[in-house]
């Protein structure tokens, strides 16, 4: 990225503007509070810290009111080579506080000469929410790995609070997975045992939410790198539903 010239737009955003823009046909045939809706990820965001790094995933479904914008969304969003912030609320203010956090940490690094801390990053995070608190919507977790504390989970969700925890949910579908939470997680679980109970646990919200759905984007950080994994929908774990 060029720190001096950063981007005003990624292509998602400017995809999701398009699909905005509805014919005169769709306007007689689309009622128009569904036309004002503004688009938003409406998500299962997931996190988990493990002894060594943390494990992180999402659904990919972008919805504006009760239509779905983009099946395939990316919400797992990379700040710097090892942290990322997942994103839920409004796709078009968790973008931007995404690209200011991004080049805000990129100057810190060069200015500094190291990758920033995870807790930097979520307090870059955590200021941008709790300035714009009247005018964004937007909730987020920001995790990954730096050399001093290991890998970190911290949870911002409206409001612009900020609290590290192991394990951690937000969007919309998180309200049916709690009680899975509550009774499947358990502290110093391994790298394969925090990756099924991640996978899982979005699997049920898709079933359930219906604001969440395509597949399950699951990343891996530790002190190696970066592992991402993309789980399609016909390959998620099967789950009894009504």
Not at 163 to 186: A, E, K
Request: glycine residues 10%.
């Amino acid at each position: 990225m060029d720190v001096l010239n950063p981007m005003t737009y990624d292509a998602e955003e400017d995809q999701l503007r398009d699909r905005t823009k509805y014919s005169q046909m769709d306007k007689h045939l689309i009622p128009v509070e569904f036309q004002q809706q503004p688009v938003s990820t409406g998500t299962t965001i997931v996190a988990v810290e493990y002894d060594g790094g943390v494990i992180i995933g999402a659904d990919t479904r972008t919805s504006s009111g009760t239509f779905v914008m983009n099946r395939f969304t990316d919400k797992l969003t990379q700040l710097t080579d090892r942290i990322f912030c997942l994103r839920s609320g409004s796709a078009a203010d968790t973008q931007a506080i995404a690209q200011v956090v991004t080049y805000q940490l990129d100057f810190l690094s060069a200015e500094m000469n190291e990758p920033p801390l995870v807790r930097i990053a979520a307090n870059c995070v955590r200021r941008m929410i709790y300035q714009y608190r009247d005018d964004f919507l937007a909730g987020m977790i920001v995790a990954g790995w730096d050399k001093k504390l290991g890998g970190q989970v911290y949870s911002c969700p409206l409001g612009g609070l900020l609290v590290r925890q192991p394990v951690t949910l937000g969007g919309s579908g998180s309200t049916y997975i709690w009680g899975y939470l509550d009774n499947n997680y358990r502290p110093n679980m391994t790298q394969q045992e925090c990756y099924d109970f991640v996978l899982k646990g979005i699997t049920l919200a898709i079933t359930r939410d219906g604001s969440s759905g395509g597949c399950a984007r699951i990343a891996i950080i530790n002190k190696d790198g970066v592992e991402r994994i993309d789980v399609l929908g016909n390959d998620l774990p099967k789950v009894f539903d009504l």
